[in-house]
């Protein structure tokens, strides 16, 4: 075979073979990176860090795709066969490269080299492009690793393990003590963890923050799930702080300034509330069958706090306000006193 069509040949699988490993990695940071945000979300959603093991497997699709196309590599008979279908050389290439392989010196082999080193010269061979995957590929990569951004960018989300400890210091006498029952009543149901829930018990009567912590971290370790052992309503009512006897937010309208200009002189405060209707149905059929010069929405200052004040603390009960602004709510009303 001519010298100038195995150069031509080495030159050609070398670069395709560069150009199969940047389409293997593109396509592995697709396949990884739908995978990382997978990984993500569960993570997330179990409180769990989220970030590094995406990123981990992000990357691991990108060297990974990479490195399988390196090690399958591309032979000169490849090279030949992957020019000619892309040239329409009718297996030139390849037929050259056979019969060289063969040892083939004979006339007709003599002929199909000289065919195979005019078609490598020719303008058709030279334009022949060596990429496989298009645009489509390179647009789904980029889409993969924005959405693998987005989702490391989210805040880290805590679970129940971290919400309760940084709520035991805090919580209210009735919080603890329906808290150290659950643990109670997990320990009476478990075999070989009830030694260790006994100790939480202890430890929440106690609000012993770091022995808390370190033995729910222990049951972590054993498969033993915080929102497996504690109900729903109590870890709600444990993260918010605790409630009253009435089982609302123990919070009173503030009372009225009685100094400066704007004192308050009595008599009724009245505020405008939409919603008190929605918790006093019965109060615009009232008021309609009664000379008011007020709105049927237009109610007392002392109604409206306290529907306000239940609602607060019905969200708090049922976990309708984010862990992050359980605090900001239950001080609101707190210093309301």
């Known amino acids: 075979m001519p010298d100038e069509v195995l150069r031509y040949l080495r030159r050609t699988s070398r670069r395709i073979l560069v150009r199969r490993a940047i389409e293997a990695a593109?396509?592995?940071?697709?396949?990884?990176?739908?995978?990382?945000?997978?990984?993500?979300?569960?993570?997330?959603?179990?409180?769990?860090?989220?970030?590094?093991?995406?990123?981990?497997?992000?990357?691991?699709?990108?060297f990974g795709g990479a490195i399988v196309a390196l090690i399958k590599?591309?032979?000169?008979?490849?090279?030949?066969?992957?020019?000619?279908?892309?040239?329409?050389?009718?297996?030139?290439?390849?037929?050259?490269?056979?019969?060289?392989?063969?040892?083939?010196?004979?006339?007709?082999?003599?002929?199909?080299?000289?065919?195979?080193?005019?078609?490598?010269?020719?303008?058709?061979v030279s334009a022949v492009s060596l990429w496989v995957r298009g645009r489509v590929t390179a647009a789904g990569a980029m889409l993969v690793v924005l959405l693998c951004g987005a989702l490391a960018m989210l805040p880290q989300r805590r679970g129940a393990d971290e919400r309760i400890i940084d709520a035991l210091g805090r919580m209210s006498p009735e919080a603890v003590k329906a808290l150290a029952d659950e643990f109670a009543r997990a320990a009476r149901d478990a075999e070989t963890d009830a030694p260790l829930l006994a100790r939480a018990v202890d430890a929440t009567r106690q609000r012993d923050t770091r022995a808390l912590a370190a033995i729910l971290d222990e049951l972590r370790r054993r498969g033993v799930r915080l929102v497996r052992i504690v109900r729903p309503e109590v870890l709600a009512l444990a993260t918010a702080g605790g409630s009253d006897a009435n089982g609302s937010v123990d919070t009173r309208p503030a009372a009225p300034s009685l100094g400066g200009p704007d004192r308050y002189a009595g008599g009724p405060v009245h505020v405008w509330d939409p919603l008190y209707e929605k918790f006093n149905p019965g109060r615009r059929g009232a008021d309609q069958g009664t000379e008011s010069d007020d709105p049927a929405p237009v109610v007392s200052y002392g109604d409206a706090w306290s529907a306000a004040r239940q609602r607060a603390a019905g969200a708090l009960r049922t976990g309708g306000i984010p862990p992050e602004y359980r605090r900001m709510v239950r001080d609101f009303f707190s210093d309301r006193q």
């Open 73 to 124: 590599g591309v032979s000169s008979r490849q090279a030949a066969r992957y020019v000619d279908n892309l040239a329409a050389l009718d297996e030139r290439l390849t037929t050259a490269v056979e019969l060289a392989s063969a040892g083939d010196s004979s006339p007709a082999a003599q002929c199909v080299y000289a065919q195979a080193a005019e078609a490598v010269a020719s303008d058709e």
């Open 26 to 62: 593109g396509l592995g940071v697709i396949v990884g990176g739908l995978v990382a945000a997978v990984w993500q979300v569960a993570f997330w959603t179990a409180g769990r860090p989220h970030r590094a093991a995406g990123m981990m497997i992000l990357a691991a699709g990108l």
